[in-house]
């Protein structure tokens, strides 16, 4: 995203815990700040792509952190998926600062944020998006408004991991029962994206089982978290979430088989190691 | 499907329990039996579309069944989704009397079989095929050709269902948990059919959710009977599916409730009676 607004001529100054980043956007014509502090000194408004909730709380209020930096009038538009509940407190947190909070969890990956074609589900004052307007339409391709209160969006964007990691786990679970059958996986992806059985996740990541090539493009361990943020939101709110309970086992047995860097569609290697089938089609591996 | 046949200029003998499904066949032009054995009298093909493989097995080899009257070198398809060990068993039961047997589950239901565009998932002899392929020319949009073992069309169907119904639990969940969270569910799904979380069944079944509009396009039972066999399966395979099982015990939860002949988007009612939500939406109640 820090490159895609540098090629459009935004003034960005970065800042990652990972030095290598902080030189690519400073090669690709940005500038990279040793703190968070340092890289908000003098901007009215600061976005957040980070993994979690943990890692957002440091960004704003950890050692050097953005907040204290941040002046009235100033906005902060967080991008991770985090908890609703999280983002409904830190908007408190910021608003007695005088800072405003747009809650806008991203779908799409870096290669679609490098293109401006990321999805965005958010919520915040119009006034906020207002001041976020040229940003959201540099990145994104489709921006939804999905009300005024900061943690709507994320609710939404929690909603739609529930049903992308559950599908994720099915397609998983449904590839290898089809090998275990002796079906040609290849013939079942074919039949079955063109049936009602498809998702957008089956057509997605099956290729990625048919290849055996478990590149990240969006690593297991993000659905540990987004499963997580989904069960913890149900158990706080006393709501039984069955299927998107057994799902998140399926990506825990992922990781701790290893696979947490590893791309999602991972879950099915745990089908395949367990039960001793293989999903990876000869026919397809070279696409 | 016999409706369309008779369209179609096909002499049709029918057979079916309800003897208003008789009367409605003779007034559209084709002839009403008494029993599966006179419907076949003379006949060399077969179609059978019954609910289940207990029906499949009575139509066959019950009182008057078909199977006595049917001679060498006829042949049977059969429609239904059943276990595909029935299929391979009923094959080679079939083949001992000089019968042969096109696998053919169908997915479409009644208003896609009046227009003849179903999709059918089969395997059989090449010979078997070509015994159908006016049949199958007629009934079917799409027709995959599985291989030539029967059981392998079921297999393929099996797999098909075991997504679908996973997928439909799974829409009912994020629905009612969408509703739990007090978002505008007709929002929920303007958004999500757009997203990575969107799947063909959330597509077609989340609007009876929000027109709260159960007539059973499908019925609920249906799928407690296809996740059924895809459990069966699972167990005589020894091939664990924690996805699948958590979904059929929703279906279950259904089916307990009294919603296991209305339509299978009533697994939704399972959370709104647990939790006391709404997932119907004023704003598309009138769709």
């Known amino acids: 995203m820090a490159h895609r607004l540098v090629s459009r001529a935004f003034p960005v100054f970065g800042f990652d815990v990972n030095p290598d980043a902080g030189r690519r956007l400073v090669a690709a014509g940005g500038r990279a700040a040793a703190t968070p502090a340092q890289a908000v ?16 709380e440091q960004v704003l209020f ?22 609703p509940d999280f983002v409904r407190t830190l908007a408190e947190r910021l608003g007695a600062k005088g800072i405003a909070l747009l809650d806008a969890p991203l779908s799409g990956g870096t290669v679609r944020a490098g293109n ?12 906020t ?27 939404f964007k929690m909603i739609n991991q529930l049903l992308a990691g559950v599908h994720i786990a099915a397609a998983s679970e449904a590839m290898a029962f089809a090998a ?19 998702s957008w996740m089956f057509c997605n990541r099956v290729p990625h089982m048919l290849a055996g090539d478990y590149t990240p493009h969006s690593a297991l361990e993000i659905f540990v978290k987004d499963l997580g943020i989904v069960l913890d939101e149900g158990h706080r709110l ?10 998140h086992q399926l990506f825990l047995m992922g990781s701790a088989a290893g696979f947490g860097g590893d791309d999602d569609a991972s879950v099915v290697r745990v089908f395949e190691q367990i039960a001793g089938v293989k999903v990876q089609s000869d026919s397809t591996s070279d696409t």
Chains 1, 2 share one sequence.
């Open 41 to 56: 000194e003098g901007a009215m408004r600061l976005i957040i792509v980070v993994a979690n909730s943990v890692q957002a």
């Open 238 to 247: 006393r709501f039984p979430l069955p299927l998107s309970a057994a799902a």
């Open 62 to 83: 950890g050692t050097d952190g953005a907040a204290e930096a941040l002046t009235n009038g100033s906005a902060v538009m967080l991008c991770s998926t985090v908890p």
């Open 129 to 155: 998006f207002a001041i976020f307007e040229d940003v959201l339409g540099t990145v994104a391709q489709t921006v939804y408004r999905l009300g005024e209160q900061p943690g709507q969006g994320s609710t």
């Open 116 to 127: 401006g074609e990321l999805t965005v589900m958010a919520s915040g004052a119009p006034e």
């Open 180 to 198: 275990r059958n002796g079906l040609d996986t290849g013939k079942v992806f074919e039949v079955i994206a063109n049936s009602a059985g498809a």
